[in-house]
């Protein structure tokens, strides 16, 4: 079985702040992870995901995530918040199904 | 088109209601997915269709609840008898592939408010 935890359903960070959204994850087999954003009444963008490879994973908006397989963490990171990052942000797992588990999603607030 | 339409954007339904609600993957996109997102939580998976063929409905919640794609494109997911419990967001997915790594197109849902 799959299933994501994200620890702090709200975050706040000021403005050119580091940016650190956790996550955790639990599954059987080697999983697939992703990151997607969520703006009001919008739907799912994808921000990043790992698949294979390279641990390290760059996204947009300047956004990377690290795969840490011993500590099944896919934790979101991003150097210096701007304003425009206020949003939900949602892990992600996918493994062996084609259905995706989700976190209940992290609030993200950027404080001038 | 250039992304995953839905439609409508916001439905208001009264308690008993029948509904209906559409998606339209982006072009050529195989695998299609319908997700169920309550207030503040993440959304959860409904159903998968591959082309024309429903491959997984497990995540549907009652037999209320039924999704179609007949020609493989275009795809609605109808509610019958609606209920306040069915008050949420439904997001629709589409992949170029169901196999392996790929993230999937959200559309940006239909707001489905049961009074």
């Known amino acids: 079985a799959q299933s994501v935890t994200q620890l702090g359903s709200h975050v706040s960070v000021s403005e050119g702040a580091l940016v650190l959204l956790r996550c955790n994850y639990s599954?059987?087999?080697?999983?697939?992870l992703f990151w997607y954003v969520q703006y009001p009444n919008q739907g799912l963008q994808l921000l990043l995901k790992?698949?294979?490879?390279?641990?390290l994973v760059k996204g947009i908006n300047g956004f990377e995530a690290e795969f840490k397989k011993s500590e099944t963490s896919f934790h979101l990171t991003k150097p210096s918040a701007h304003m425009s990052d206020a949003a939900e942000y949602f892990c992600?797992?996918?493994?062996?199904?084609?259905?995706?588990?989700f976190g209940t999603g992290t609030s993200l607030t950027v404080i001038p | 088109g250039a992304g995953v339409s839905q439609s409508p954007r916001y439905k208001v339904a009264k308690r008993g209601q029948d509904v209906a609600l559409r998606c339209d993957p982006i072009?050529?996109?195989?695998?299609l997915f319908w997700y169920q997102q309550a207030l503040g939580q993440g959304p959860e998976f409904l159903t998968y269709?591959?082309?024309?063929?429903?491959?997984?409905k497990s995540g549907l919640p009652s037999d209320r609840f039924f999704a179609e794609r007949p020609e493989g494109s275009v795809s609605t997911l109808k509610i019958q008898r609606t209920q306040q419990e069915d008050s949420a967001v439904y997001l629709c997915?589409?992949?170029?592939?169901?196999?392996?790594?790929?993230?999937?197109?959200f559309g940006s849902g239909t707001r489905l408010t049961v009074v």
């Open positions: 269709f591959q082309n024309e063929a429903q491959l997984d």
């Open positions: 997915a589409s992949s170029f592939s169901g196999q392996g790594a790929y993230g999937y197109t």
């Open positions: 992600a797992v996918r493994s062996q199904g084609n259905q995706f588990y």
């Open positions: 072009s050529g996109h195989v695998s």
């Open positions: 599954s059987s087999v080697p999983p697939y």
């Open positions: 790992y698949t294979t490879g390279a641990t």
